[in-house]
């Protein structure tokens, strides 16, 4: 099967009832950040660049579809081949996906839904620490969601951050999941076992 630039399995996880708990408030907050009309995506990617990282971002679902590891070579005789952790091509699918889910399957952006961002290209840069890479998914006018992704200075940790703006006038319940994809790949080479992947944490 090719190998396209949308994700169609049907891997979206099933959340549990939302009949537990108290009536969630509306949020009454103003939002003054960037607005729909001022995003100029032209990719549906966007590209990260860090001291350790050089990663691909799919704005679909905001996937780390790629993340290859700056400092370590896949062959110590060559120097421009690096480990790559997660990868998606005809040969690999390693995937970081994550999303939001409400009553209604079409009330929060999940791992299928587009977001937008500023630019389409992130670099850390010398006199920083931390490169935070925004991306945004609004929904009628009464709903926005920043899925924020946060890469620090000499840390492997990679944080996903999401926020939720409700100006409607009805309150909401939504629920957040993560998962790792990945296509069936041998683990054992030669005499011993080997493992190649991310650590999730929630």
């Known amino acids: 099967t090719a190998i396209n630039d949308t994700y169609e399995l049907p891997d979206l996880p099933k959340v549990a009832s939302f009949e537990t708990g108290g009536e969630l408030p509306k949020i009454e907050q103003n939002i003054d950040e960037i607005e729909p009309s001022q995003l100029e995506t032209k990719s549906k990617r966007a590209y990260v660049s860090t001291d350790l990282f050089s990663a691909t971002v799919n704005l679909q679902g905001g996937t780390l579809e790629k993340v290859i590891l700056n400092k370590y070579l896949l062959d110590s005789k060559n120097e421009n081949v690096k480990v790559e952790l997660l990868g998606f091509n005809q040969d690999k699918v390693y995937l970081y996906q994550g999303g939001l889910q409400g009553q209604d399957e079409s009330e929060f952006p999940s791992h299928f839904d587009y977001y937008e961002t500023e630019f ?78 991310a650590a999730l944490s929630t």
């Open 120 to 197: 389409e290209n992130y670099q850390l840069l010398p006199s920083k620490d931390t490169l935070t890479v925004p991306m945004f998914w609004y929904r009628d006018g009464n709903m926005k969601v920043t899925k924020t992704l946060v890469f620090r200075r000499d840390d492997y940790r990679i944080d996903v951050n999401y926020e939720v703006h409700n100006l409607g006038q009805t309150s909401v319940r939504v629920n957040h999941y993560e998962q790792l994809k990945r296509n069936e790949m041998p683990s054992r080479q030669g005499m011993i076992y080997t493992f190649s992947g």
